[in-house]
């Protein structure tokens, strides 16, 4: 066994109402070509102009990220031939990135590891092509779309704690409400860096990078497949054979495939991009935007384990989504019990929400509606059988829960009128009672049961028993 | 007599009062355009159909104008004077342009330049070498050949330009004429084909400098689609050039104005340099204080390095986007790489790529500290030196050029053979472009029968204290609305 080193490029699509360098709508969409500007075709002419959403979204996540800001701001140009880069070059951060060292808590397997960030940096996104037999074809709707590029140091050593970090930061990047992260739309992008070496050693062995995966499973595979390849390579005495490359990930056969050596790397040519003007990044602007940020997904939990006593599990679903946060803390907001709440979300709500294949803002029991539901049990109403009843009828029928907490279906809880209804039953019941007091108290069921035969069942079952032993007694 | 020889006021008042009317000026330039095609081939584009605007409270509005052939045009063809884009038609305008047109103004062709405004000859246009109109044996220097020449030539009052280096102020020198480049990013550069985005400026060429004010007080302007341009609302060149003269102090430097720091002096160079200093003696007549000061030789002898390093750099990747992908002609070959490479090689002039081969060089990972670094590096203290006397002086006056045009014979453009102090002298302008100032060249004599001019150039913002002071010095000659015309039997 060698001790793997891993370092991850995380690409990641921004959310904002237009492209980073361009007035054309950043959306995703099945139309080929349907958002685009001249500059997005790169026209002879047209030139960028910054979007400060986006700057201002970078800048969050290079606060939230605990990086060190640069003074001023300013793009630089990768300049690179290819068909679906438009302008021959990419407008990117080199010198002066958004955000540089940097470092964020992840948790795997139970247990806290700091993952360094070397730099965060905004660019553009290039366009897409769709190969086909013999011809190929250029969409240039993700062409200029904002991408928040995130490099790791060289500091993770498995593939299950790269697959944590990206999935912590999914979530980060959603918190902060700065990106979707669908992986499904190819809103976040993976370059993995993979070496080995003994345990002992103090030098890192040659990395290889593997290019373009393009969800986490994929990560988590092409890391795992690159360390067998990378080690069975140095058990066999063949560790020369390794060499600094770009590779990449071929979904299909599950393997890393040869794309370029070294030698053959690109000099990309990097200057400053001469048509956008460096602009201050005042302390002032910072702190707005700090202001802006949320609690984090680790932060939370935390919260929610030791202020509410949550378990590590329940506290763990709940971070996992924004919106599972969002609508938890508008339920405690509500004045809802804390572990209550959660166990409805964990369960009924996000079972339900699972089963519908729709997203939680969608569901229309809404936080109110599930109070409703969790006042009308507290308060003995209904019966825990019966909320999960009505919980479905109303998710099924879009009708308000209380409506179906009308007299006919809902729990007798008035102490008076039980108190009356057992009365009656007990002065009909002498002998039964004579027998009680004689030492046959399993008759107390009976008591009960009668009870339950006269209020076709809708009695409080604790009041009732309550109500039967004051009088037994 | 025909109206397109007079300045902009003069053509306006004439629209306003009935004596001439847009249609008749139009129909007019046109015929010229053809002529002058024939004389100095300056067009890559005569609209034939061009149609007369109406007149309205704006100077520009009926009357003609030129475009240089590196701005979008919508609907008309924009080559940029290159193979690459022979056969481009942009479906949106400049923001000049629109400025221009909202005014009335009315486009009557396209002037044909150095491929891309890449060089000073006007000898790589895609359709042929363009002529000077005082003598078409020699060129018009570039890269706004075609404008310069069809000015000078009175086809219309006033014909746009762009400047990277001194693409608009030279050729306006040698055609005897008014060439005006404002502070950087007065007038928006977007639909401006680029060359070196960090040095070019979108400007006029003109027969007089209130008309030079005139065209620019429309282009001008903040525009969102360029974040380099900015507010200049509160600034009117037009009044400026109105005003009794603003100026106080001018200098000039001594290295590139003493006939002594020169070897080898030619009788042209001697009557271009004597020449100046008449017209610095005029200045004093107008009662500026004119000193001498100096600039160390060492920097001065950087600057067109300076330039080649810069310029190159920034142009092989602005250029980058044309690859017959999604405009101009679709490349041969089996694969995206060929295609590209066929496109490129086939619709580049030779100088061209030899530009693009420098300025690849100088990027490289292992040699751009060296070369690109080390050109901005000394570009900034090229501007700083300028800064610093701006706090002294209201502006700069220099000669523009070793003397008149250049003879087309034997032009190929040859970088560093040319003596170091005579080069500095020869491009000097392109400062101008590093520091953004604005810069404006007037004529100001003949050397041999041809013309020659001299350049002012002030600090960033100061376009209407330049502008005034030219204005005035203008007056003090004889060659304001000078006009090299055609007629049908040259």
Redesign the interface.
């Known amino acids: 066994m060698y001790k793997a080193v891993i370092g991850l490029e995380m690409h990641c699509e921004l959310k904002s109402n237009s492209k980073v360098f361009s007035s054309a709508k950043n959306s995703y969409s099945q139309i080929p070509n349907e958002f685009v500007r001249?500059v997005d075709?790169?026209?002879?002419?047209?030139?960028?102009?910054?979007n400060k959403k986006c700057v201002k979204d970078a800048l969050k996540m290079s606060l939230a990220l605990e990086c060190t800001q640069p003074e001023y701001m300013y793009f630089d140009?990768k300049?690179y031939?290819y068909?679906d880069l438009?302008?021959?070059?990419q407008i990117t951060q080199m010198e002066s990135p958004v955000g540089v060292n940097g470092c964020i808590k992840i948790e795997c397997h139970g247990k806290e590891i700091p993952v360094y960030i070397h730099d965060i940096h905004l660019e553009e996104d290039a366009a897409s092509l769709d190969h086909y037999f013999d011809t190929?074809c250029?969409d240039y709707n993700r062409a200029g779309v904002p991408l928040l590029e995130l490099v790791t140091e060289p500091c993770l050593s498995s593939a299950d704690e790269a697959v944590a970090f990206l999935e912590t930061m999914r979530s980060i990047y959603q918190f902060c409400d700065v990106a979707e992260g669908d992986t499904k739309k190819g809103q976040i992008r993976c370059d993995v860096n993979v070496s080995i070496m003994e345990e002992d050693d103090t030098e890192f062995g040659t990395r290889v990078e593997i290019k373009n995966v393009n969800s986490f499973g994929g990560v988590h595979d092409a890391i795992l497949y690159e360390i067998k390849r990378q080690s069975e390579l140095k058990k066999s005495g063949r560790y020369n054979e390794v060499e600094q490359e770009t590779r990449r990930w071929d979904e299909e056969s599950q393997s890393t495939i040869h794309m370029r050596s070294k030698v053959d790397a690109i000099?990309y040519?990097y200057?400053v991009?001469?048509?956008?003007?460096k602009f201050k990044i005042t302390k002032e602007w910072l702190e707005e935007i700090k202001k802006e940020i949320p609690e984090l997904p680790l932060e939370c939990k935390h919260k929610y384990m030791e202020k509410y006593g949550l378990s590590e599990y329940d506290a763990g679903v709940i971070i996992k989504d924004k919106s599972y946060v969002d609508y938890y803390e508008e339920c405690l907001s509500l004045g809802m019990d804390a572990k209550v709440t959660s166990n409805w979300l964990t369960t009924q709500v996000l079972g339900e929400v699972n089963h519908e294949e729709i997203s939680l803002k969608e569901f229309f029991i809404t936080p109110s509606r599930l109070k409703q539901i969790v006042d009308a049990i507290s308060k003995n109403t209904i019966s825990s059988k019966q909320a999960k009843e009505i919980f479905m009828k109303s998710c099924e029928e879009k009708k308000e829960p209380s409506s179906y907490m009308t007299s006919e279906n809902t729990q007798m809880s008035n102490e008076e009128e039980l108190n009356t209804i057992i009365k009656g039953i007990l002065d009909r019941s002498a002998p039964q009672i004579e027998q009680y007091k004689n030492g046959k108290t399993n008759l107390f069921d009976y008591f009960v049961g009668q009870v339950m035969k006269e209020t076709r069942g809708k009695a409080n079952p604790v009041l009732t028993k309550e109500i039967i032993s004051k009088y037994l007694n | 007599m025909s109206y397109l020889t007079c300045d902009i006021e003069t053509i306006h008042e004439a629209l306003k009062n009935g004596k001439v009317t847009s249609d008749e000026l139009v129909k007019e330039s046109l015929e010229k355009s053809i002529m002058v095609q024939e004389k100095c081939n300056a067009f890559v584009t005569i609209l034939e159909d061009a149609k007369a605007s109406e007149v309205t409270e704006s100077l520009l509005s009926g009357i003609p104008y030129g475009v240089k052939d590196n701005?979008?045009t919508k609907d008309v063809l924009?080559t940029?004077s290159s193979n690459t884009?022979s056969d481009?038609v942009?479906?949106?305008d400049?923001t000049a342009i629109k400025n221009l047109k909202d005014a009335g103004a009315v486009m009557v062709n396209k002037t044909a330049m150095d491929e891309f405004g890449m060089g000073g000859t006007g000898t790589t246009a895609h359709t042929g070498i363009i002529r000077n109109p005082w003598d078409t044996t020699k060129m018009c220097a570039g890269s706004s050949s075609g404008s310069a020449a069809a000015v000078a030539s009175g086809i219309y009052p006033y014909a746009l330009g762009s400047d990277t280096g001194d693409s608009i102020r030279k050729p306006a020198a040698y055609c005897g004429i008014v060439g005006y480049k404002p502070t950087y990013g007065m007038i928006s550069?977007?639909?401006?084909?680029?060359f070196?985005?960090?040095l070019d400026h979108c400007g006029v060429l003109t027969r007089s400098v209130q008309d030079a004010a005139i065209v620019v007080d429309v282009m001008k302007g903040k525009d969102?689609?360029?974040?380099?341009s900015w507010d200049s609302s509160n600034i009117h060149l037009k009044e400026a050039t109105e005003k009794e003269l603003l100026g106080k102090k001018v200098c000039y430097i001594k290295e590139l104005c003493d006939i002594h720091n020169f070897p080898n002096v030619t009788d042209e160079l001697k009557e271009h340099l004597e020449n100046f200093h008449h017209t610095l003696d005029l200045c004093k007549e107008m009662g500026l204080t004119v000193e001498e000061v100096s600039v160390d030789q060492t920097l001065l002898n950087a600057l067109a390095s300076v330039y080649v390093v810069i310029s190159c750099?920034?142009a092989?990747?602005n250029?980058?986007?044309?690859?017959g992908?999604?405009?101009g002609k679709r490349g041969k070959g089996k694969n995206?790489?060929e295609m590209?490479m066929d496109h490129r090689t086939k619709g580049f002039s030779p100088l061209i790529k030899r530009r693009f081969v420098i300025g690849?060089y100088v990027?490289?990972?292992e040699n751009?500290e060296r070369y690109?670094k080390n050109a901005q590096r000394v570009r900034r203290l090229l501007v700083d030196t300028w800064k610093e006397l701006y706090k002294q002086y209201d502006a700069v006056l220099l000669p523009v050029g070793i003397g008149p045009a250049k003879p087309l014979e034997g032009s190929k453009e040859v970088i560093g053979k040319m003596d170091e102090h005579l080069q500095a002298l020869d491009e000097h302008l392109q400062i101008g472009n590093f520091g953004g100032f604005p810069s404006i060249t007037i004529p100001n004599g003949f050397v041999n029968g041809l013309p020659v001019g001299i350049n002012l150039t002030s600090n960033c913002y100061q376009d209407g204290l330049l502008l005034n002071i030219a204005s005035h010095l203008e007056s003090k000659m004889n060659y304001k609305n000078q006009v090299c015309e055609v007629s049908k039997n040259v």
């Open positions: 001249p075709m790169a026209f002879p002419g047209t030139l960028p102009v910054v140009r300049n031939y068909p438009p302008k021959g070059y190929s250029i000099d040519k200057f991009d001469p048509n956008i003007p | 701005y979008s924009s940029g884009l481009y942009p479906f949106f400049a550069r977007y639909g401006l084909f680029p070196a985005s960090s969102n689609q360029d974040m380099t750099a920034e092989t990747s250029l980058s986007n044309l690859t992908i999604i405009f995206w790489e590209m690849s990027l490289q990972k751009q690109f």
